[in-house]
C-alpha cells in the first residue's frame, strides 16, 4: 500500500497557506514535493502542479480599481476563451496536431495546447493588457504535459485538442467500481477542509500512481478549496483508492472516499 501526501511545508505565500486560507490568497508559489512513507515502508513522492502568479484586481469583475467599463475585460475574457476553442480544432490521425502552447486563460498563468492560431491569441491577450484588465490567481494550474488531436463533434474538422483517456469523477462516485485501460489518467475532483478531504491519497497496490494533487485556479470558494487528484493507471491489477476526511475536523472519523479501478 503507497500513500502520497502533498506537501504541508509552510512558508511565504506557500500552498499549505492555500489549504488552510484559500481566501486570502494573493498569489500562489509552488507546492514543493515532500517524500514520505507508506504503511509499506517505502519511500514515495508527491508530484505537485506549478503554481499560478499574477496579480489581484480590486473590482470582482477582473477589471482595475476606478475602470468604469469593466464589461470591456469581460468581453475580451470571452474572445480569449473562444479563441482557445478554435484554435484546439485539428484533424485525427495527422501529424503534428496539438503542439502549440499557449496561455489557458486569463485566470492565472496556466498554459494548454492548441494546434494553431498562436497570433490570434497573443492579439487578443495584448487587448486585454492595453484595456488595463488584470489577471487573478488563487489556486494552482494543473498543467496538461500534452493533448492528442481527438475525435470531437462539435469541432469544424472533427477533431479537438483534449487530454487523452481520463476518467474524471466527484464526490459523488464514491464507492464506484471502474475499469479503465493502462494509460488512464483518473481525475478526482473533491472539496478541501475545513468541510472536506486531505491533500492525501492511498493506494492498494502500484497499478495506479499519484500524477500530482493541486487547487484548480478559479474563484475562491467560500466553503474552502477544491482540490484535484491527478492519477495515472500504469499497470494491469486492482488498485483501491482512498482519500481520507480533513484531520482538521470532526470530519476525519468519516470514511474515506473510496473507488476501485480494475485495470486492464
Same mark, same amino acid.
Given at each position: 500500500m503507497s500513500t502520497y501526501l502533498a506537501s504541508s511545508r509552510s512558508g511565504p505565500a506557500s500552498a499549505a497557506?492555500?489549504?488552510?486560507? *484559500? #481566501?486570502?490568497?494573493?498569489?500562489?508559489? =509552488?507546492l514543493l =514535493? *515532500? *517524500?514520505? *512513507?507508506?504503511?509499506?515502508?517505502?519511500?514515495? %513522492?508527491?508530484? %505537485?502542479?506549478?503554481?499560478?502568479? #499574477?496579480?489581484? =484586481?480590486?473590482?470582482?469583475?477582473?477589471?482595475?480599481?476606478?475602470?468604469? $467599463?469593466?464589461?470591456?475585460? !469581460?468581453t475580451i475574457r470571452q !474572445?480569449?476563451?473562444?479563441a482557445v476553442t478554435k484554435a484546439q480544432e485539428c484533424t485525427v490521425g495527422a501529424s503534428g496536431q496539438c503542439g502549440v502552447q499557449v496561455r489557458a486563460s486569463f485566470?492565472? $498563468? @496556466? !498554459?494548454?495546447?492548441?494546434?494553431?492560431g498562436a497570433d490570434t491569441l497573443t492579439a487578443i491577450a495584448n487587448q486585454y493588457t492595453t484595456a488595463?484588465?488584470? #489577471?487573478? @490567481?488563487?489556486?494552482?494550474c494543473g498543467q496538461p504535459q500534452s493533448l492528442t488531436c481527438q475525435a470531437?463533434?462539435?469541432? #469544424?474538422?472533427?477533431?479537438?485538442c483534449k487530454q487523452p483517456m481520463t476518467l474524471a469523477l466527484t464526490a459523488d462516485n464514491d464507492?464506484? $467500481?471502474f475499469s479503465v485501460a493502462v494509460g488512464y489518467e483518473i481525475d478526482i475532483t473533491l472539496g478541501g477542509p475545513p468541510l472536506g478531504y486531505e491533500m492525501n491519497v492511498i493506494l492498494s497496490s502500484d497499478a495506479a500512481t499519484v500524477l500530482e494533487i493541486n487547487i484548480p485556479a478559479g474563484p475562491a470558494n467560500p466553503g474552502g478549496p477544491t482540490y484535484l487528484y491527478r492519477l495515472k493507471a500504469v499497470s494491469a491489477g486492482q488498485v483501491v483508492v482512498q482519500i481520507p476526511h480533513s484531520s482538521a475536523t470532526s470530519d476525519a472519523s468519516l470514511p474515506a472516499f473510496t473507488i476501485t479501478l480494475n485495470i486492464s
Open positions: 497557506e492555500i489549504a488552510r486560507a *484559500r #481566501s486570502q490568497i494573493s498569489a500562489a508559489s =509552488p =514535493p *515532500r *517524500r514520505t *512513507r507508506g504503511a509499506s515502508g517505502l519511500a514515495v %513522492l508527491a508530484l %505537485l502542479g506549478g503554481a499560478c502568479s #499574477s496579480s489581484l =484586481p480590486v473590482n470582482p469583475d477582473g477589471s482595475p480599481d476606478g475602470q468604469l $467599463n469593466g464589461d470591456v475585460c !469581460m !474572445m480569449y476563451s473562444d485566470w492565472c $498563468n @496556466c !498554459m494548454t495546447w492548441v494546434n494553431g488595463g484588465c488584470q #489577471s487573478t @490567481c488563487n489556486g494552482i470531437d463533434t462539435t469541432s #469544424s474538422t472533427g477533431g479537438r464507492g464506484g $467500481n
